[in-house]
């Protein structure tokens, strides 16, 4: 039986009095790759960022292998670290994500911060350049790189932590039919290294294959879940949730 990597009960959240998500309950099993699916406005970056402990719930509690994720806990550096290493997170933006002056600065800098030695942040970095196709681009200002290269640069700095879950947002929102081709090859490749995903995404037609379950938002809430199969067959919810005309 798979054991829960993170449990939510009865979480809501709001900005600023506007509710994003309310009594949000579930769980994300190990190994499994899970779909938040829903219109912009829907509480999907929301949701993402409170798995990532970038935000708190307002009420309810997420638990993450039974550990809650508040602001206290965070405030230990014990915590906090070993959660950062183990839970990554890419920005539907890359640009939001990019700031450093080449792609290997890039990639290099959250083992920098962790205090690699370097000749491993060298290997590793140059294993992750190759991982992700971008060898080539090492040198480059990741603000002059296209979408989807920016994009890939942006998982490369994710994953070169090895982190045990990922957290996608719109991982193929604005690219062109190769770079997401890439993605999705990538996405599926991670299910073979036992990686759990969870995948902010609107984009039904990839359903299939990159997500084993769903979940439907719809104005902050819990509107289906299932399988991509069954999600698909409900048109009813779908419309409902304005994923389709």
């Not at 296209?146 to 690219?175: C, F, H, Q, W, Y």
Request: charged share 25%; hydrophobic share 45%; proline share 4%.
């Amino acid at each position: 039986m798979a054991v829960d990597v993170f449990e939510l009960d009865n979480v809501s959240f709001a900005y600023r009095g506007v509710t994003a998500l309310h009594r949000v309950s579930l769980t994300v099993p190990a190994g499994r790759r899970l779909a938040l699916l829903g219109a912009n406005g829907c509480g999907k970056s929301t949701l993402l960022r409170i798995l990532d402990g970038l935000y708190f719930a307002d009420s309810g509690t997420v638990r993450y292998h039974g550990a809650a994720l508040t602001e206290v806990e965070f405030e230990h550096d014990s915590f906090s670290h070993a959660f950062r290493k183990r839970v990554g997170l890419v920005f539907q933006n890359p640009d939001v994500q990019l700031f450093c002056p080449t792609v290997f600065d890039e990639i290099a800098f959250g083992p920098l911060q962790l205090g690699w030695e370097k000749d491993r942040i060298r290997s590793t970095v140059a294993e992750a350049l190759e991982y992700f196709e971008i060898a080539d681009l090492r040198d480059r200002a990741p603000h002059r790189l296209s979408g989807g290269e920016k994009k890939r640069v942006a998982l490369a700095s994710v994953l070169i932590m090895n982190p045990e879950v990922i957290l996608l947002d719109e991982p193929t929102a604005a690219l062109d039919p190769r770079s997401q081709g890439q993605i999705v090859h990538l996405m599926k490749s991670w299910e073979a290294l036992g990686k759990t995903l969870v995948i902010a995404t609107h984009d039904l037609h990839l359903l299939a294959e990159i997500a084993d379950d769903c979940i439907v938002l719809d104005k902050g809430r819990i509107a289906g879940r299932g399988t991509p199969a069954q999600i698909l067959a409900d048109e009813t919810m779908l419309r409902a949730a304005n994923l389709i005309r």
